[in-house]
């Protein structure tokens, strides 16, 4: 990974890949063997806002908004191997 990014593995082999978004998002990229379904979420226990999939190998900005709340995004990858994670600057 480039400086300023954190790459992810799987805790599990079919399990999802969870983690902290930085504040303002991220730039993703997945290392898969067909499309990965991600997903957000803030304020629940787990991330339940499905947003589409991830192409292995393309970067993809995943922006979310700021404000005041303290409590963090959290994203979640399903069927992908790793998960690049760069801050958005």
Do not use: H, N
């Not at 192409?55 to 995004?73: A, F, I, Y």
């Amino acid at each position: 990974p480039a400086a300023g990014c954190r790459e992810l593995g799987t805790r599990g082999e079919d399990g999802p890949i969870g983690f902290e978004l930085p504040p303002g998002g991220a730039s993703l990229r997945v290392r898969a063997k067909g499309p990965a379904p991600v997903a957000l979420g803030r304020f629940g226990t787990s991330p339940s806002a499905e947003l589409g999939s991830l192409s292995p190998g393309e970067m993809t900005l995943l922006r979310v908004s700021t404000d005041s709340s303290p409590k963090p995004w959290r994203a979640s990858v399903a069927g992908a191997s790793s998960v690049e994670v760069c801050a958005v600057r």
